[in-house]
Structure formats: structure tokens, C-alpha cells
């Protein structure tokens, strides 16, 4: 995979690196816009 795009930790969705990464406030992993919510947290993390 090219350094200008990633994997979802979250939905395994590949995505522009530059316009989509966030990272989770608890597990500190990269995610895609879709899979944090409003407070910063990542599906998995706020399913726990």
C-alpha cells in the first residue's frame, strides 16, 4: 500500500491518507471519519 493511503483500523475501508485519518483518543489507532464519533472514539472503543 502506497504511504498516501490506509486501512481503517475500524471497517478495513482503504482511504486518502490526507483527508481521511483521525485518531481514536483511547486506542490512539487510525481510523476513517465514518468510524469515530462526535467525541473522538472509535467503533471498538466505544462499543467497550
Known amino acids: 500500500m502506497s504511504d498516501d ?3 481503517c483500523s475500524a471497517c478495513g475501508m482503504d482511504y486518502d491518507r490526507e483527508s ?3 485518531e481514536c483518543r483511547i486506542c490512539h489507532r487510525t481510523h476513517c471519519d465514518q468510524c ?3 467525541e473522538g472514539l472509535c467503533v471498538p472503543c466505544r462499543e467497550e
Open 5 to 7: 493511503r490506509f486501512e
Open 36 to 38: 469515530l464519533d462526535e
Open 20 to 22: 481521511a485519518v483521525k
